[in-house]
């Protein structure tokens, strides 16, 4: 098996990276091949603009999605795009590791969507969802944060952890991922933090580490999340009246 690490965090000794490393550590050693899209270090740009385009369809008017359309077609998409897709193509399982800032993704993850999943190549109107371009590939979100888990409930002080990862989460099904349930680490108060010590920060990190490894251990038995697909919806996209009923009905 081929695992892509997708880490976003500016600082290479923070607790996500750490994580990725665990991660990546447990999963070599079982004999799977592991690579890291590291976009901080690789200095990935997560904004999309004409400048991105050697070969514009149209010189005065930016159109993000007609440029990508034409820029897959004449295999002219920038190499850091083609690099991140090589990678996606050739991994079964994709972890994206991630801080939660501002009740969502670091902005630099999501431009790294806005400007990967690249419209007329990895998406068309109808390869979407159950019928997308990654089927038959696995994707988790793994996300840390310094507030304290019971607050992450539905009207708690950090909100719900689903609510929050609804959009990213979706849009890797829009994709045709098979998205399995997040994992988080609740409470991480980094060295930096005046309110937290070394050795608490230490402490932190090898519990974490050590549910993250057996979490990443056992996910060949776990169930996926699940969202509806072409199936469960009328010609319009809304959803049918059975849809509460449906195999495919939404849980996270």
């Known amino acids: 098996m081929t695992v892509?690490?997708?880490?976003?965090?500016?600082?290479?000794?923070?607790?996500?990276?750490?994580?990725?490393?665990?991660g990546a550590e447990m999963f070599r050693s079982r004999g799977d091949t592991v690579e890291i899209s590291d976009l901080y270090a690789e200095g990935f740009d997560p904004?999309?603009?004409?400048?991105?385009?050697?070969?514009?369809?149209?010189?005065?008017?930016?159109?993000?999605?007609?440029?990508?359309?034409?820029?897959?077609?004449?295999?002219?998409?920038?190499?850091?795009?083609?690099?991140?897709?090589?990678r996606l193509e050739r991994a079964?399982?994709?972890?994206?590791?991630?801080?939660?800032?501002?009740?969502?993704?670091?902005?630099?993850?999501?431009?790294?969507?806005?400007?990967?999943?690249?419209?007329?190549?990895?998406?068309?109107?109808?390869?979407?969802y159950d019928q997308g371009y990654f089927r038959g590939k696995r994707a988790l979100c793994s996300v840390t944060s310094g507030a304290p888990e019971p607050s992450f409930v539905t009207g708690g002080r950090g909100g719900s952890l689903d609510e929050i990862l609804w959009s990213t989460q979706f849009s890797l099904h829009y994709m045709g991922f098979t998205v399995l349930r997040p994992h988080a680490s609740f409470g991480i108060q980094g060295h930096g933090y005046s309110y937290a010590s070394a050795d608490e920060f230490s402490r932190q990190l090898e519990q974490s580490k050590t549910a993250f490894a057996e979490r990443l251990a056992g996910l060949d038995g776990e169930e996926p999340l699940?969202?509806?697909?072409?199936?469960?919806?009328?010609?319009?996209?809304?959803?049918?009246?059975?849809?509460?009923n449906s195999k495919r009905a939404t849980t996270c």
């Open 4 to 22: 892509l690490f997708v880490y976003c965090h500016p600082e290479p000794r923070s607790f996500n990276a750490a994580l990725v490393e665990v």
């Open 47 to 86: 904004v999309e603009k004409r400048e991105n385009y050697a070969q514009p369809v149209d010189a005065d008017v930016f159109a993000p999605l007609a440029e990508q359309r034409n820029a897959f077609k004449t295999e002219t998409l920038c190499p850091e795009i083609s690099r991140e897709i090589a």
């Open 226 to 244: 699940r969202f509806p697909g072409w199936d469960d919806w009328d010609d319009a996209g809304r959803p049918l009246s059975d849809t509460s």
């Open 92 to 128: 079964d399982l994709v972890i994206f590791q991630f801080p939660i800032w501002w009740h969502s993704v670091p902005a630099m993850l999501k431009g790294w969507f806005d400007r990967v999943f690249v419209s007329g190549g990895l998406y068309t109107s109808r390869m979407r």
